[in-house]
């Protein structure tokens, strides 16, 4: 998961895109980057780190032009490099710069097919680098001459819908052409479009998500469809075009569980809204599981659980307590690399009040269990606080299953529920007792704000996957590669060198 925004302006966007990587911060705190368009020239700036620290003053100086695009990255099983850190550039053809959320499934194919075919050298092992230069590809074939249209545009991105597999939402700049935006056709990872009127004429922005555009004064208009492509020129003109064969809507529902911030709103459907109805069906499952006068207390484990613990607590007629209180100047948990890490940052990250818990039987709810290391040092915690019983409840139900659409759970023995029954996941995180969302529930918590989503990728929790192309061998593989990074790296070489010896023969 990552955060990309892309701008169209009539003044000069380095200050509009570096707030709009503040405001999409929580998607990814391991890198950012900023390319933006003069002219036929980029400029660009990217690195490890926060936003905030990636970008000084002389950086945002030399980043000149009235487009640009943005990204922040959070770490994937891959390299953490800052040769990875996105926006990336290739200089034919008209030059291009790219940035993209999610993940492609087919990626190692395409950059074999990248070097074979099309002769394109790939030089890392970013999914988002090989996207651009598939995009590069047919954007070159689509034309004829030293011109290119929105109608090759959007026939470059009808091929490359074809040739690629996955979720992707990107945003690329064309050199001194403008802003090109897509989504996959079964829209995984969300898109929006935004829309400002200045005195010289209306500007556009893209994002991740809602809230990018309306903190900075861009009236929402609506979510990119699936499989839908839009090119803004540098005169703020906009043409849009379905290129997909077989669109349909599927949004991610670990979005609406906890990726996404609260004040936003995806494919018509408000975050907050729905994580309030994840705690109304929550608490009708555990009215059903747990005696209430079991439970003395409801606590969040913030941020993201808050809104279902209040409506859950307000459901059970039960008091809600803020037990636990946030260091925010520690990251996502979830994101960082490693369970070491991760293990030790919940301890900085939270500090709990020993007069919420003392001599109490306590609730607390969180939006997910997913590798348990967290859960298990939060019930710790709650004991060391003076809780005489601790009851767990998640908003999710069990992540059971790899996310192979760009959230970082693909091995299965990284998760806690898998191959495991709700009373072993119980033990392992040393809870009294756990209850867990069911897969309905939750899926009906999202689409009661919106009654037009039908469908959702929710693959982690009921190992479906929408794209068709996920099979128990390529997990296998991912897991193999993952767990033997430095073997799948010494093989990757050995196949480059054989590629460039057929290729000198």
Not at 5 to 27: E, K, M
Not at 28 to 48: E, V
Not at 67 to 72: A, F, K, T
């Amino acid at each position: 998961m990552c955060g990309i925004v892309g701008v169209v302006s009539h003044s000069p966007v380095n200050q509009l895109i570096y707030d709009a990587l503040l405001l999409l911060q929580h998607r990814g705190q391991d890198a950012a980057g900023i390319a933006t368009n003069l002219g036929n020239t980029f400029s660009m700036h990217k690195a490890n780190g926060l936003v905030r620290d990636v970008f000084r003053t002389r950086n945002m100086r030399s980043l000149q032009g009235n487009s640009g695009i943005g990204h922040v990255r959070y770490p994937t099983a891959g390299s953490s490099s800052e040769e990875e850190a996105q926006p990336f550039y290739v200089n034919a053809p008209f030059g291009i710069t790219l940035a993209h959320n999610g993940n492609l499934t087919n990626w190692e194919q395409l950059k074999d097919d990248m070097f074979k075919i099309d002769r394109r050298h790939i030089n890392t092992d970013s999914d988002s680098e090989v996207l651009l230069n598939v995009l590069a590809h047919e954007i070159q074939e689509a034309t004829s001459g030293y011109s290119l249209d929105p109608a090759a545009m959007f026939k470059a991105v009808s091929v490359l819908h074809k040739r690629v597999r996955g979720a992707y939402a990107a945003v690329a700049q064309i050199a001194g052409l403008g802003l090109l935006a897509f989504r996959d056709p079964f829209g995984i990872r969300p898109l929006c479009l935004g829309f400002a009127e200045s005195d010289k004429g209306p500007e556009y922005m893209v994002a991740s998500e809602s809230v990018a555009l309306e903190g900075l004064g861009f009236r929402f208009l609506r979510d990119v469809m699936p499989g839908e492509a839009i090119f803004v020129d540098l005169d703020g003109r906009l043409y849009n075009q379905q290129c997909a064969e077989n669109p349909s809507l599927n949004p991610c529902a670990f979005e609406f569980v906890y990726l996404a911030r609260p004040d936003s709103v995806i494919d018509g459907a408000s975050v907050y809204a729905s994580r309030l109805k994840m705690g109304e069906y929550l608490a009708q499952k555990i009215r059903t599981q747990i005696p209430l006068g079991d439970i003395d207390v409801v606590m969040p484990i913030p941020d993201s659980s808050r809104p279902a613990a209040m409506e859950l607590a307000m459901n059970l007629n039960l008091d809600y307590r803020e037990g636990f209180i946030k260091n925010r100047y520690i990251g996502r948990t979830f994101m960082m690399p490693g369970q070491a890490i991760r293990r030790k940052s919940v301890r900085q990250k939270l500090n709990a009040m020993p007069s919420e818990f003392k001599g109490k039987s306590v609730l607390l709810v969180d939006d997910s269990i997913v590798r348990g290391t967290t859960s298990r040092e939060i019930v710790q915690m709650a004991r060391d606080a003076g809780a005489k019983r601790v009851i767990f409840a998640s908003a999710a139900p069990p992540v059971k299953f790899p996310n192979v659409y760009g959230i970082d759970m693909p091995t299965r023995d990284e998760l806690i529920a898998y191959g495991r029954s709700d009373e072993e996941v119980c033990r392992e995180i040393t809870a009294d007792a756990l209850v867990y969302q069911d897969i309905d529930a939750l899926k009906r918590a999202i689409s009661d704000t919106n009654p037009a989503l039908k469908n959702f990728e929710a693959s982690c929790f009921d190992g479906l996957y929408v794209t068709g192309d996920v099979s128990r061998d390529y997990l296998d593989r991912i897991e193999f590669a993952r767990n033997n990074p430095k073997l799948v790296a010494e093989d990757a070489v050995r196949s480059q060198l054989n590629l460039n010896l057929v290729s000198a023969d």
